[in-house]
């Protein structure tokens, strides 16, 4: 990954996310590098981990803050985890650029 917390893919990206449920409010924290070397964005959401809540106020706060549909983000592993991988469509460059400036 570089030291980024997304690998770019022919059709969009793929964003690798550590989520912290039931926080204080809805946020994009910035980039955490863990003791095993890996990159992730943290984010945390207000909702709770119950039937789906706390991923689906996800996906609904990175399309906002990349400005994308809520459609285009798919997620592609880690459903009941805190570490979850994310699809993103669309184009790639533009989507790290987007990315790179809330962070």
Do not use: H, W
């Amino acid at each position: 990954m570089a030291g980024q917390p997304y690998r770019l893919g022919s059709d969009g990206l793929s964003l690798f996310l550590r989520v912290t449920p039931n926080a204080g409010k809805d946020a994009v924290e910035g980039v955490e590098t863990r003791d095993d070397g890996t990159v992730v964005l943290r984010i945390r959401v207000k909702a709770v981990p119950d039937k789906g809540k706390a991923n689906a106020a996800v996906v609904t706060l990175l399309a906002k803050a990349l400005g994308v549909p809520k459609t285009a983000i798919t997620l592609t592993s880690g459903d009941t985890s805190r570490f979850k991988t994310l699809a993103i469509a669309g184009a790639p460059e533009a989507l790290a650029a987007r990315l790179k400036a809330i962070l």
